[in-house]
């Protein structure tokens, strides 16, 4: 069984950063295609970002330029470094990891940009 474990979120001014981890405890990291999706209270949730094994990135129109997604696979881990936050990024951020057709989510971690 593939647990995912996110961390890092909290409260931030407008303008500022987070850094979000998601630590896998399944073996062959390496093979997944991993993402962060959010949801926030009212709207449609957000795939908003997602890497590939060979690591090809992709990012949402409301995200690229400011989020950079990241892995390293010797740490079974994988980050959203988040850069230039808005309010409308305010939402809980769920990490996934998909492989042979099976996906895995975390528990989610809050991120609320407010001054």
């Known amino acids: 069984q593939v647990q995912l474990v996110e961390s890092g979120g909290g409260l931030v001014q407008p303008g500022g950063s987070l850094r979000l981890s998601c630590v896998s405890s399944g073996r062959f990291f390496n093979r997944y295609t991993m993402g962060w999706y959010r949801q926030a209270p009212g709207k449609a949730g957000e795939l908003v970002a997602t890497?590939?094994?060979?690591?090809?990135?992709q990012y949402s129109d409301s995200v690229r330029g400011r989020f950079t997604i990241s892995r390293d696979d010797a740490k079974n881990t994988m980050y959203l470094e988040m850069n230039n936050l808005k309010p409308e990024d305010t939402a809980d951020y769920y990490c996934q990891g998909v492989i042979l057709g099976k996906d895995y989510w975390g528990q989610g971690t809050q991120v609320t940009v407010s001054s």
């Open positions: 890497m590939t094994s060979d690591g090809t990135k």
